[in-house]
């Protein structure tokens, strides 16, 4: 069956420019997650949803970054004024959840990998 | 704070030898522990957890409590072995979810 997508899976954008990274999660799969891949950082977790609650946006570096996800399935996450160090690889990942929050196997997407010139 | 230690960035090995990825973890509790993979340009997967006690393509990773650690290991590596692996610890709490991630070790078997 289909996994989660991602697109776009490269963008180049100047320092300054505004972007928007978006994910598709395995259908029927209530938890979507954002992390980001660097290099020397490893990943990093950014921000999770759950179903109609609030998310957990802890992982977010700055205030520049922020994320959406409409209609409990497919998830934005924008980058206003971009700068050189956001330059990494964005990962959406979706699961399932079970009892007491406890999620199974998270699935991850291709990743979008975004460089700011 | 709950953290992840890979202290291996690079491992190299010849095809057939003993593999070991080391991982430690600082947490208190009881922990659930995960070995994700990544193939060169494949997505990440997840290579096994310790709960389930599985072996997956030869690998096995046993939770030591008294010395944190999560070691992935293998008896005789192969050359489709090669991959960058992630040892990763869950947070879960305060209705949230997340993996805490190391900071990856490229395996590379030599031929």
């Known amino acids: 069956g289909a996994g989660v997508s991602q697109s776009p899976s490269n963008k180049v954008t100047e320092k300054g420019k505004d972007v928007e990274l978006r994910c598709d999660p395995i259908?029927?799969?209530?938890?979507l997650y954002w992390y980001r891949q660097s290099l020397g950082q490893g990943l990093e977790f950014l921000i999770y949803?759950?179903?109609?609650?609030?998310?957990?946006k802890s992982g977010l570096p700055s205030d520049r970054f922020s994320a959406e996800r409409t209609g409990g399935s497919v998830s934005t996450l924008t980058i206003q004024r971009t700068q050189q160090e956001d330059s990494a690889v964005y990962l959406c990942?979706?699961?399932?959840?079970?009892?007491?929050?406890?999620?199974?196997?998270?699935?991850f997407g291709p990743g979008t990998r975004l460089t700011v010139t | 704070a709950q953290r992840v230690t890979q202290p291996e960035k690079l491992l190299s090995v010849f095809k057939g030898a003993p593999v070991e990825l080391k991982c430690n973890y600082s947490y208190s509790g009881s922990p659930e522990l995960f070995w994700y993979v990544q193939y060169s340009r494949q997505r990440l997967q997840l290579l096994l957890r310790?709960?389930s006690r599985e072996s997956i393509k030869g690998f096995t990773a046993d939770l030591n409590k008294g010395e944190t650690s999560f070691h992935l290991k293998k008896p005789f590596a192969q050359e489709e072995d090669s991959a960058m692996y992630y040892c990763a610890l869950p947070y879960s709490g305060a209705g949230s979810y997340q993996l805490t991630f190391g900071k990856g070790t490229k395996l590379s078997v030599i031929p």
């Open positions: 310790h709960i």
């Open positions: 990942a979706s699961s399932l959840i079970g009892l007491a929050g406890i999620a199974y196997e998270q699935y």
């Open positions: 949803f759950q179903g109609n609650s609030a998310p957990d």
């Open positions: 259908s029927g799969h209530t938890a």
